[in-house]
T-cell receptor, first 115, second 114 residues
Framework: DADVTQTPRNRITKTGKRIMLECSQT?????MYWYRQDPGLGLRLIYY???????NKGEISDGYSVSRQAQAKFSLSLESAIPNQTALYFC??????????????FGDGTRLFIL | SQQGEEDPQALSIQEGENATMNCSYKTSINNLQWYRQNSGRGLVHLILIRSNEREKHSGRLRVTLDTSKKSSSLLITASRAADTASYFCATDAGGSSNTGKLIFGQGTTLQVKP
């Protein structure tokens, strides 16, 4: 079983719809992250969380919200989807302690297409 | 804003050849990491090099870091078809920041032909 699981793997939806992408992990890590990947732009950080009560905006948080329901679960929501949010979305986790020295562990992504 | 820029954007070699990818960054860092992404999959951590290290090895991977030039290189020796993937460098925010946030480059797409 994957350590970091994202659901759904693929989603097609219409402009204006509310969408939730879910991430769960079995690694026992405190830190969780949401990224989006666009061709030619690498990965950009949307939100990150150090624990259930600590959530922070990343580089491109506008139009997104998150919920950290438990240590193992971190959800990303698009309240009203727009076509330029079409992208590949990744969840990642890392251990606590000297955060800048910790590798991140990624799920396999959710491919989101907004009509 | 992007921290890392990678060069080349795409690289195609024959199996058995070496592949070299370069990464440049803009601000001071505590460490630099390299990740691999196979098509349709998430990123997988390959190696981390600290700012006080100049070279690090892991199997067929060799990473160098030149903080004076703000650049790093990833060398894959004796490449295999299974090395076909995109490779990303990622840096932290530097200083005393302990957020764990990473800033990724745009990646190099490597194709290894059998």
């Amino acid at each position: 079983d994957a350590d970091v699981t994202q659901t759904p793997r693929n989603r097609i939806t219409k402009t204006g719809k509310r969408i939730m992408l879910e991430c769960s992990q079995t690694k026992g890590h405190d830190r969780m992250y949401w990224y989006r990947q666009d061709p030619g732009l690498g990965l950009r950080l949307i939100y990150y969380s150090f624990d259930v009560k600590d959530i922070n905006k990343g580089e491109i948080s506008d139009g997104y919200s998150v919920s950290r329901q438990a240590q193992a679960k971190f959800s990303l929501s698009l309240e009203s989807a727009i076509p330029n949010q079409t992208a590949l979305y990744f969840c990642a986790t890392s251990e606590n302690g000297q955060g800048f020295r910790q590798p991140q562990h990624f799920g396999d992504g959710t491919r989101l297409f907004i009509l | 804003s992007q921290q890392g820029e990678e060069d080349p954007q795409a690289l195609s070699i024959q199996e058995g050849e070496n592949a070299t990818m370069n990464c440049s960054y803009k601000t001071s860092i505590n460490n630099l990491q390299w990740y691999r992404q196979n098509s349709g999959r998430g990123l997988v951590h390959l190696i981390l090099i600290r700012s006080n290290e100049r070279e690090k090895h892991s199997g067929r991977l060799r990473v160098t870091l030149d903080t004076s030039k703000k650049s790093s290189s990833l060398l894959i020796t004796a490449s295999r078809a299974a090395d076909t993937a995109s490779y990303f460098c990622a840096t932290d925010a530097g200083g005393s920041s302990n957020t764990g946030k990473l800033i990724f480059g745009q990646g190099t797409t490597l194709q290894v032909k059998p």
